[in-house]
Every structure is written in structure tokens, then in C-alpha cells.
């Protein structure tokens, strides 16, 4: 990942009556699949906006694919794939004649369309209407729409919105193998949780700033946030007084907890397995990805680069 498929840097974005980014610095290297995260209104799709040089920077620099994307010529937008928030079709049409559609506008051979209906199941509804189709098929169509011409940047804005959990994992499968053929993805999304093991960066958005960017793992840890253990144990009145010095409670009758730091929780975890009579079960429990956001979502904002 040598080479960064999109670099932002300093970029502020002001409306007459609003400022939707403010200062905004991050690069995505090539092949990452990077989500972005943030509230309703932190800026993710005039962000992409900016990447699609569909509107430009007031001030600060955007740079995507080595070239600026306002100003560069036709070819460029070739090599970009674009999957927006809200995906609008005519209903009249079937899938074909929609891809078929696409393909016409962004200069791409139209004979194309069957293979790529084929990559994204949809072969046995392609002579169908667009209308007949569900929501998940509206959104797979979409995602057709944004692989015309093999791209080799993909812009998701929100693209699992209103999927149900099977189409979700079909969605991030569907990413993966684009992975795997070296296509940078980056994605928005309100939810953390279903991003975890599926990407490599995240940068989170606050009020048109990066509040936090990184790794999941980079940022679980950064977050600092307490871990705790639930252990099961026949004598809770001995292990609560072994453990006094800890942040120690009675949860139920056969059960405690201790809440303690990711640094802390080995030398509590060597402590409770000290007590081997005491205790029948330890359950570790992690803080929550959504934790995490919301962890950063409150956190003041600064900037950050990913690295
Ligand atoms: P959501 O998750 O709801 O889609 P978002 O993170 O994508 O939100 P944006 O659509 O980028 O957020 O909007 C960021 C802010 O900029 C919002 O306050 C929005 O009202 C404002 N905004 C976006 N486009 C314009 C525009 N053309 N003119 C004025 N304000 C705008």
C-alpha cells in the first residue's frame, strides 16, 4: 500500500449559512478499504462529493488518483466508481436497459452489462423492471452502476442502509472480492460494528472534523475505554474481599464484576485465576465498536492523519 489513492489535506468546505467541513486532512492508501464515520450532517458525502470533484474545496487541497478531481479531464472520472446515498432508477426500465443506460453515459462498451448483473446476482431479474425490484436489488444495481469500467476507486456512500443482515454480509462479500483485486474502497457509514474486520482504516467525522483515524484496533485503544470481567464464582463474598482494591461489584448471586483497563486486564485476569476455587468462569467482555464511536463522537476534535 505504497501508493495513497486519495489525499485530502486541509480541506474546508463553507456554505453560505454553513460549514460543512473544516479542516479536513487524511489520505487512503491504494487497495484500503477505509469507512467513513460520522453523525447525520459530519460532512461524509460532500466529502465525497469533494473526491468526485462534483463540488470543490474553499479552501485546502483534494488530490485523487494523483490528479485534482474538479478540473481533471473526462477519462479521469473513468476510474471511479460512485454508489450515492440514495440510489434513483427509472422505474420503466428493466436492470439491462438501467446498466445499459449508465454504461452510454460514462462512455463504457454497454456489451459489459451482462457479466457485471452476473457479479452482482442479479442475471435472473435483469429482464425484470426496476420497479419490481426490492430494496436490496435496487441497491445491488447500484453497485452494478458503480463498477462500469472496472474502477479503480469505489465511493460507497452508505451503501448498506435498509439492507437486512444476509444482503449486509452478501454486500461485504461482494467488497471483498473487489479487494482482492486491488480496488480502494471507501465507504460511509452510521454503523461501526458491521465495518469491523471488513476494513482497514476508519475516520471519523464530528461537526465537518476528523475526530479520530486509524485502525479499528488503533482506535479501540486509543478510545482507552474499560473492560470488564464477569466471573462466575460459587464464592462472590471471598472474591469480593481478595479484590477489594479493585473496581469490584456483585452483579448476582454467583456472579461479580471488575471493570479495569485493557493495560490491567492481565494482571487482574493472573489475580482472579490465583483464586482457582473461588471462580468457575471468567467472561471477558470488550467495549463495543458503537462504543468506541461514540467515544470519539464526544471527543473534541482534532485532526489526525492516517498513516
Ligand atoms: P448524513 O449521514 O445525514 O447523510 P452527511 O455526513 O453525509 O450526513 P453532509 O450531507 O455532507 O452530511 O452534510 C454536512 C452538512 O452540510 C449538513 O449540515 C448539511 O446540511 C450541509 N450541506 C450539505 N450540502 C449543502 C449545500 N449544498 N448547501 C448548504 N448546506 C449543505
Redesign the pocket.
Known amino acids: 500500500m505504497s501508493q495513497l489513492s486519495c489525499v485530502v489535506y486541509g480541506v474546508v468546505k463553507q456554505?453560505?449559512?454553513?460549514r460543512?467541513l473544516d479542516g479536513v486532512t487524511f489520505a487512503v492508501p491504494a487497495g484500503a478499504c477505509v469507512a467513513l464515520l460520522?453523525?447525520?450532517?459530519?460532512?461524509?458525502?460532500?466529502?465525497m462529493k469533494l473526491l468526485l470533484g462534483l463540488t470543490r474545496p474553499t479552501t485546502g487541497s483534494v488530490r485523487v488518483l494523483g490528479a485534482d478531481p474538479a478540473v481533471a479531464p473526462p477519462g479521469f472520472r473513468r476510474q471511479i466508481g460512485f454508489l450515492p446515498?440514495n440510489v434513483i432508477f427509472y422505474d420503466e426500465l428493466t436492470g439491462t436497459d438501467t446498466l445499459r443506460y449508465y454504461a452510454r453515459l460514462k462512455g463504457e462498451d454497454p456489451g459489459c452489462c451482462a457479466a457485471l448483473l452476473e457479479q452482482v446476482g442479479l442475471s435472473s431479474a435483469a429482464t425484470r423492471r426496476v420497479k419490481s425490484y426490492s430494496k436490496g436489488m435496487r441497491q445491488r444495481l447500484g453497485l452494478a452502476q458503480a463498477l462500469l469500467g472496472a474502477p479503480r476507486l469505489l465511493l460507497l456512500?452508505?451503501p448498506t442502509t435498509g439492507l437486512d443482515p444476509m444482503l449486509r454480509q452478501e454486500f461485504y462479500r461482494m467488497v471483498q472480492e473487489l479487494r482482492t483485486r486491488g480496488v480502494t474502497v471507501l465507504l460511509?457509514s452510521?454503523v461501526l460494528t458491521e465495518l469491523e474486520a471488513r476494513t482497514d482504516l476508519a475516520i471519523i467525522?464530528r461537526h465537518?472534523r476528523v475526530v479520530a483515524a486509524g485502525s479499528l484496533a488503533a482506535l479501540r485503544q486509543k478510545a482507552a475505554l474499560p473492560v470488564r470481567l464477569r466471573v462466575e464464582t460459587g464464592l462472590p463474598e471471598t472474591v469480593l474481599q481478595q479484590l477489594a482494591d479493585l473496581a469490584i461489584t456483585q452483579v448476582a448471586a454467583d456472579t461479580v464484576e471488575v471493570v479495569c483497563t485493557v493495560t490491567e486486564k492481565m494482571t487482574v485476569l493472573r489475580r482472579l485465576a490465583g483464586l482457582a476455587e473461588g471462580v468457575r468462569d471468567v467472561e471477558i467482555l470488550m467495549p463495543s465498536l458503537d462504543e468506541v464511536y461514540a467515544h470519539f463522537g464526544h471527543a473534541a476534535p482534532g485532526e489526525e492523519t492516517l498513516p
Open positions: 456554505y453560505p449559512r454553513h460543512a460520522g453523525h447525520n450532517g459530519a460532512g461524509k458525502t460532500t466529502l446515498e456512500d452508505e460511509s452510521h467525522l465537518g
